[in-house]
């Protein structure tokens, strides 16, 4: 009997021991893969409930989010290549390229760089660029290739993506007014910010004007004392089918935009009804349509002019869905989200 009692003490101590080593195991893993990079962590826990990144995250903490992702993305194929190289003499973490004068010229001609000096005094950093370029592309190839073979893993996770909602309300819309996708912008009409992206629009409109509706709705700010007239005159304008042709006016004349300026516009613009745009910007009559642009684009994020909401479109609802894009950005910021958006409708 004594013997099975001590045989029997050994078996539950044995079970006791395997599960207490199990247990620190499983701790072991799981504090592992919590030192992993991740995208949405745990920021907070309120009586047990798990509050994480994407619960709180509003624009700023995305788009530093974003910037983290996009900086360690660029930062880790160089590490990693430079580890490799220690031990596999095939891998070159700093490739180096000779640019010829003709890649330069053709790389001048195609961007069409001629407004921005001669191709003599933009050599040296078209060749730099050109370089850079190269080098980054053999970079990520090596890169790609050591992920692909297993040589690396990699845990860096993009943030997921972050989508506004907003209603387009009485908003302007110029291209395809039964798009399914669309760019809707607030601008102030003495903004040189909101002036400058206009050509870029204008292009945009006229390569995707049948597949995308561009809207504009009001946002003046404070600071430009008579944004909000000329805002209110656009509308006066637009009574008489006179919307564009002033609002195209006014980012071409900035500094005169007092009352008696955006009068003075209406032959210019050739209104028919000149007594009656008057009295519409006299009296204000679109203030409170200007006031309901302000609020829609505070609530949605907007803080500074141009913003832009690009992203899927309810016609019939007038409901945008997308994500905000700040300041007079390039042309190809504003193609790669419209691509992406309307490749979702295909």
């Avoid at 047990?48 to 974003?66: N, P, Y």
Wanted: glycine share 6%; aromatic share 10%; proline share 4%.
């Amino acid at each position: 009997m004594l013997i099975i009692r001590i045989i029997k003490f050994l078996l539950a101590s044995a079970i006791i021991l395997l599960a207490l080593a199990a247990n620190s195991f499983a701790k072991k893993n799981e504090v592992q893969e919590q030192d992993y990079f991740q995208a949405n962590p745990i920021i907070a826990e309120i009586n047990g409930k798990i509050i994480r990144f994407e619960d709180l995250r509003d624009k700023a903490a995305q788009d530093a989010a974003q910037a983290l992702y996009d900086q360690l993305a660029r930062l880790l194929p160089n590490l990693v290549l430079n580890e490799l190289a220690k031990s596999d003499a095939e891998i070159d973490p700093n490739p180096q390229f000779t640019i010829s004068d003709d890649m330069v010229t053709l790389f001048y001609k195609q961007n069409r760089l001629e407004n921005r000096g001669s191709i003599n005094d933009l050599k040296p950093q078209i060749r730099d660029y050109l370089a850079n370029q190269l080098k980054q592309e053999r970079v990520y190839r090596q890169y790609n290739e050591a992920l692909s073979k297993g040589l690396v893993k990699s845990y860096l996770q993009a943030p997921s993506e972050f989508l506004l909602e907003t209603n387009v309300g009485q908003g302007y819309i110029r291209g395809n007014k039964e798009a399914k996708v669309i760019v809707l912008e607030y601008s102030d009409y003495q903004c040189p910010f909101c002036a400058r992206v206009q050509p870029t629009l204008t292009e945009l409109i006229k390569e995707y004007g049948s597949r995308v509706a561009f809207g504009y709705r009001h946002f003046p700010l404070p600071f430009h004392k008579e944004a909000d007239e000329a805002a209110i005159a656009v509308e006066c304008a637009r009574d008489q089918g006179k919307f564009e042709t002033l609002h195209a006016l006014l980012f071409k004349n900035q500094k005169n935009q007092f009352v008696e300026d955006l009068v003075g516009y209406a032959n210019e613009i050739g209104l028919e009804n000149v007594d009656q745009y008057e009295k519409c910007i006299v009296e204000e009559k679109y203030r409170s349509r200007v006031l309901e642009d302000m609020k829609a684009g505070q609530e949605l994020g907007v803080t500074g002019t141009p913003g832009f909401l690009i992203g899927t479109f309810d016609p019939k609802s007038g409901r945008v869905r997308g994500e905000l894009l700040s300041g007079a950005r390039p042309l190809q910021d504003f193609k790669k989200a419209l691509e992406k958006y309307l490749d979702r409708q295909s």
